[in-house]
Protein backbone atom coordinates (compact mmCIF):
# COMPACT_ATOMS: atom_id res chain seq x y z
CA UNK A 1 0.00 0.00 0.00
CA UNK A 2 1.42 3.37 -1.04
CA UNK A 3 1.83 5.96 1.61
CA UNK A 4 1.13 9.54 1.06
CA UNK A 5 3.73 11.84 1.64
CA UNK A 6 3.44 15.51 2.66
CA UNK A 7 5.26 17.61 0.30
CA UNK A 8 6.74 20.63 2.45
CA UNK A 9 4.75 23.66 2.42
CA UNK A 10 6.34 26.81 0.45
CA UNK A 11 6.31 29.53 3.06
CA UNK A 12 6.61 31.99 -0.25
CA UNK A 13 2.57 31.44 -0.59
CA UNK A 14 1.92 32.99 2.89
CA UNK A 15 3.48 36.58 1.13
CA UNK A 16 1.74 36.34 -1.64
CA UNK A 17 -1.41 35.84 0.49
CA UNK A 18 -0.45 38.70 2.22
CA UNK A 19 0.02 40.67 -1.20
CA UNK A 20 -3.42 39.62 -2.64
CA UNK A 21 -4.87 40.53 0.57
CA UNK A 22 -3.15 44.17 0.65
CA UNK A 23 -5.15 44.37 -3.41
CA UNK A 24 -8.47 43.26 -1.67
CA UNK A 25 -8.55 46.06 0.93
CA UNK A 26 -7.52 48.63 -1.78
CA UNK A 27 -10.71 47.60 -3.69
CA UNK A 28 -8.89 45.91 -6.80
CA UNK A 29 -11.30 44.18 -8.72
CA UNK A 30 -11.22 40.26 -8.09
CA UNK A 31 -10.13 39.74 -11.98
CA UNK A 32 -7.41 41.99 -11.39
CA UNK A 33 -6.15 40.43 -8.62
CA UNK A 34 -6.34 37.47 -9.71
CA UNK A 35 -3.76 38.51 -12.54
CA UNK A 36 -1.26 39.71 -10.47
CA UNK A 37 -1.55 36.47 -8.00
CA UNK A 38 -1.84 33.79 -11.27
CA UNK A 39 1.55 35.88 -12.18
CA UNK A 40 3.38 35.53 -8.96
CA UNK A 41 2.54 31.43 -8.29
CA UNK A 42 3.89 31.12 -11.83
CA UNK A 43 7.13 32.55 -11.79
CA UNK A 44 7.54 30.62 -8.07
CA UNK A 45 6.37 27.57 -9.44
CA UNK A 46 8.60 27.75 -12.44
CA UNK A 47 12.02 28.28 -9.65
CA UNK A 48 10.94 26.06 -6.54
CA UNK A 49 13.00 26.51 -3.59
CA UNK A 50 14.44 29.88 -4.60
CA UNK A 51 14.02 32.08 -1.94
CA UNK A 52 12.07 35.48 -2.48
CA UNK A 53 15.19 37.21 -1.40
CA UNK A 54 17.30 35.41 -4.46
CA UNK A 55 15.64 36.60 -7.55
CA UNK A 56 17.52 38.48 -9.57
CA UNK A 57 16.15 40.10 -12.74
CA UNK A 58 17.94 37.77 -14.70
CA UNK A 59 15.40 34.74 -13.46
CA UNK A 60 12.26 36.86 -14.37
CA UNK A 61 13.63 37.76 -17.93
CA UNK A 62 14.34 34.25 -18.55
CA UNK A 63 11.19 32.93 -17.05
CA UNK A 64 9.28 35.68 -19.12
CA UNK A 65 10.84 34.87 -22.03
CA UNK A 66 10.57 31.31 -21.92
CA UNK A 67 6.61 31.75 -21.76
CA UNK A 68 7.19 33.21 -25.97
CA UNK A 69 4.40 35.88 -24.49
CA UNK A 70 3.01 38.97 -27.22
CA UNK A 71 4.25 42.06 -26.19
CA UNK A 72 1.58 43.04 -24.68
CA UNK A 73 0.84 39.97 -22.50
CA UNK A 74 4.76 39.99 -21.36
CA UNK A 75 4.61 43.55 -20.61
CA UNK A 76 1.03 43.00 -18.40
CA UNK A 77 2.56 39.62 -16.28
CA UNK A 78 6.01 41.85 -16.05
CA UNK A 79 3.61 44.85 -13.96
CA UNK A 80 2.02 42.18 -12.18
CA UNK A 81 5.44 41.00 -10.89
CA UNK A 82 6.91 44.04 -10.48
CA UNK A 83 3.95 45.15 -7.91
CA UNK A 84 4.46 42.00 -6.17
CA UNK A 85 8.09 42.58 -5.74
CA UNK A 86 7.71 45.83 -4.94
CA UNK A 87 4.97 45.01 -1.62
CA UNK A 88 7.96 42.72 -0.53
CA UNK A 89 10.60 45.80 -0.64
CA UNK A 90 8.32 47.94 1.21
CA UNK A 91 7.76 44.92 3.68
CA UNK A 92 11.66 44.40 3.78
CA UNK A 93 11.15 40.99 2.74
CA UNK A 94 13.86 41.52 -0.26
CA UNK A 95 16.45 44.33 -0.89
CA UNK A 96 15.78 45.55 -4.48
CA UNK A 97 12.93 44.55 -6.93
CA UNK A 98 14.50 42.22 -9.30
CA UNK A 99 11.90 43.68 -12.31
CA UNK A 100 13.34 47.07 -12.16
CA UNK A 101 15.64 46.56 -14.44
CA UNK A 102 14.12 44.47 -17.62
CA UNK A 103 12.64 46.44 -20.80
CA UNK A 104 9.37 46.50 -22.07
CA UNK A 105 9.18 45.44 -25.44
CA UNK A 106 7.99 47.76 -28.06
CA UNK A 107 4.53 47.67 -28.55
CA UNK A 108 2.94 48.39 -31.65
CA UNK A 109 -0.07 50.80 -30.78
CA UNK A 110 -3.32 50.59 -32.36
CA UNK A 111 -5.11 53.38 -33.30
CA UNK A 112 -9.15 53.13 -31.90
CA UNK A 113 -11.94 54.12 -33.50
CA UNK A 114 -13.97 56.64 -31.34
CA UNK A 115 -17.73 58.83 -32.26
CA UNK A 116 -17.04 61.73 -32.98
CA UNK A 117 -19.45 64.42 -32.39
CA UNK A 118 -20.83 64.31 -36.22
CA UNK A 119 -21.10 60.88 -35.70
CA UNK A 120 -23.26 61.20 -32.59
CA UNK A 121 -25.41 63.24 -34.39
CA UNK A 122 -26.13 61.04 -36.62
CA UNK A 123 -26.06 57.91 -34.19
CA UNK A 124 -29.00 59.94 -32.54
CA UNK A 125 -30.83 59.94 -36.16
CA UNK A 126 -30.63 56.85 -36.56
CA UNK A 127 -32.24 55.57 -33.10
CA UNK A 128 -35.77 54.20 -33.50
CA UNK A 129 -36.71 54.85 -30.21
CA UNK A 130 -36.17 57.31 -26.92
CA UNK A 131 -34.50 54.87 -25.09
CA UNK A 132 -31.80 54.16 -27.66
CA UNK A 133 -31.23 58.23 -28.02
CA UNK A 134 -30.90 58.30 -24.24
CA UNK A 135 -28.51 54.84 -24.78
CA UNK A 136 -26.22 56.70 -27.08
CA UNK A 137 -26.60 60.17 -25.30
CA UNK A 138 -25.39 58.81 -22.04
CA UNK A 139 -22.76 56.91 -22.97
CA UNK A 140 -20.96 59.55 -25.11
CA UNK A 141 -21.58 62.23 -22.30
CA UNK A 142 -20.49 60.37 -19.66
CA UNK A 143 -18.10 57.76 -20.24
CA UNK A 144 -19.56 55.30 -18.39
CA UNK A 145 -18.76 51.48 -18.38
CA UNK A 146 -21.34 49.49 -19.36
CA UNK A 147 -21.45 47.50 -16.46
CA UNK A 148 -21.81 50.74 -14.60
CA UNK A 149 -24.63 52.13 -16.44
CA UNK A 150 -26.93 48.79 -16.50
CA UNK A 151 -26.69 49.58 -13.07
CA UNK A 152 -27.85 53.00 -12.54
CA UNK A 153 -31.15 53.66 -10.66
CA UNK A 154 -33.35 56.49 -11.55
CA UNK A 155 -32.46 57.38 -7.85
CA UNK A 156 -28.88 57.60 -8.51
CA UNK A 157 -29.12 59.90 -11.31
CA UNK A 158 -29.66 63.97 -9.80
CA UNK A 159 -31.22 65.98 -12.11
CA UNK A 160 -31.45 69.39 -10.60
CA UNK A 161 -27.39 68.79 -10.27
CA UNK A 162 -27.17 67.18 -13.23
CA UNK A 163 -24.78 64.22 -11.81
CA UNK A 164 -24.73 60.84 -12.01
CA UNK A 165 -24.10 58.53 -9.00
CA UNK A 166 -21.84 55.96 -10.18
CA UNK A 167 -22.35 53.22 -7.75
CA UNK A 168 -20.94 50.18 -9.50
CA UNK A 169 -17.79 51.77 -10.39
CA UNK A 170 -14.42 49.24 -10.95
CA UNK A 171 -12.63 48.06 -7.84
CA UNK A 172 -16.25 48.97 -5.70
CA UNK A 173 -15.38 52.69 -6.12
CA UNK A 174 -18.21 55.35 -6.44
CA UNK A 175 -17.60 58.53 -8.16
CA UNK A 176 -19.77 61.30 -9.37
CA UNK A 177 -20.19 62.31 -13.10
CA UNK A 178 -21.81 65.44 -14.40
CA UNK A 179 -23.79 65.58 -17.89
CA UNK A 180 -24.91 68.48 -19.91
CA UNK A 181 -28.07 70.47 -20.10
CA UNK A 182 -29.16 68.10 -23.25
CA UNK A 183 -28.28 65.13 -21.79
CA UNK A 184 -30.73 66.08 -19.00
CA UNK A 185 -33.40 66.92 -21.25
CA UNK A 186 -33.62 63.03 -22.90
CA UNK A 187 -33.38 61.87 -19.36
CA UNK A 188 -36.41 63.69 -17.77
CA UNK A 189 -38.33 62.43 -21.07
CA UNK A 190 -36.91 58.98 -20.75
CA UNK A 191 -37.90 58.49 -17.43
CA UNK A 192 -40.74 60.48 -16.92
CA UNK A 193 -43.22 59.00 -14.67
CA UNK A 194 -41.47 56.38 -13.56
CA UNK A 195 -40.47 55.30 -9.96
CA UNK A 196 -37.11 56.66 -8.40
CA UNK A 197 -35.73 52.56 -7.59
CA UNK A 198 -36.54 51.59 -11.29
CA UNK A 199 -33.55 50.87 -13.35
CA UNK A 200 -32.37 53.26 -15.88
CA UNK A 201 -32.48 50.94 -18.63
CA UNK A 202 -35.63 48.43 -17.31
CA UNK A 203 -35.77 45.05 -18.97
CA UNK A 204 -37.93 42.53 -18.12
CA UNK A 205 -40.00 41.94 -15.16
CA UNK A 206 -37.97 44.99 -13.49
CA UNK A 207 -34.66 43.46 -13.92
CA UNK A 208 -31.94 46.07 -15.29
CA UNK A 209 -31.24 45.67 -19.17
CA UNK A 210 -28.11 42.87 -19.48
CA UNK A 211 -25.04 43.86 -21.09
CA UNK A 212 -25.65 41.86 -23.83
CA UNK A 213 -28.81 43.09 -24.93
CA UNK A 214 -26.95 46.87 -24.38
CA UNK A 215 -24.62 45.60 -26.60
CA UNK A 216 -26.89 44.61 -29.00
CA UNK A 217 -28.87 47.94 -29.64
CA UNK A 218 -25.41 49.97 -30.02
CA UNK A 219 -24.63 47.65 -33.16
CA UNK A 220 -27.81 47.51 -34.52
CA UNK A 221 -27.50 51.49 -34.26
CA UNK A 222 -24.24 51.88 -35.67
CA UNK A 223 -24.74 49.54 -38.69
CA UNK A 224 -28.22 51.99 -39.33
CA UNK A 225 -25.85 54.79 -39.24
CA UNK A 226 -23.39 53.16 -41.36
CA UNK A 227 -20.26 53.67 -38.93
CA UNK A 228 -17.09 51.92 -41.01
CA UNK A 229 -16.36 50.76 -37.35
CA UNK A 230 -18.59 48.49 -35.44
CA UNK A 231 -20.32 50.19 -32.24
CA UNK A 232 -18.85 48.98 -28.45
CA UNK A 233 -19.81 50.74 -25.20
CA UNK A 234 -16.34 50.58 -25.05
CA UNK A 235 -15.91 52.66 -28.02
CA UNK A 236 -18.17 55.21 -26.45
CA UNK A 237 -15.90 55.43 -23.19
CA UNK A 238 -12.64 56.31 -26.20
CA UNK A 239 -15.21 58.68 -27.63
CA UNK A 240 -15.46 60.75 -24.13
CA UNK A 241 -11.68 60.51 -23.27
CA UNK A 242 -10.72 62.24 -26.60
CA UNK A 243 -13.87 64.91 -26.62
CA UNK A 244 -12.36 65.98 -22.83
CA UNK A 245 -8.79 66.21 -24.48
CA UNK A 246 -10.38 68.34 -27.71
CA UNK A 247 -11.71 70.76 -25.37
CA UNK A 248 -8.90 70.64 -23.51
CA UNK A 249 -9.99 69.35 -19.58
CA UNK A 250 -7.07 67.80 -17.59
CA UNK A 251 -5.74 64.48 -17.87
CA UNK A 252 -6.00 64.25 -14.04
CA UNK A 253 -9.83 65.47 -14.31
CA UNK A 254 -10.93 62.79 -16.90
CA UNK A 255 -8.77 60.13 -15.26
CA UNK A 256 -11.46 60.77 -11.92
CA UNK A 257 -14.31 61.16 -14.95
CA UNK A 258 -14.07 57.80 -16.30
CA UNK A 259 -13.48 56.04 -13.24
CA UNK A 260 -9.49 55.43 -14.00
CA UNK A 261 -7.52 54.23 -11.11
CA UNK A 262 -4.06 55.87 -13.44
CA UNK A 263 -3.79 58.91 -14.95
CA UNK A 264 -4.46 58.45 -18.54
CA UNK A 265 -1.79 58.95 -21.52
Given amino acids: MAVAVALPRDARLDLLGEFTERLNHLNFAPSTIASYRSAAQRLL ?53 PCAGIAKPKVHLRTRPAPSEAEVETLLQACRTLEEQTLVEVFFRTGLRISELRSVRLQDVDMDKRLIHVTAGKGGKERMVPFLPRTLALLQLFTAGREPEDWLFIGRRGRPRNDRTLEKMLHRIGEKAHLPYRLTAHLFRHGFIKHCKTHDVPVEVTARLVGHARELA
Fill in 45 to 97: AAHPGLALADFTSDHVEQYLTAKNLSPVTFSTALENLRSFFKFLVDRKQVAAN
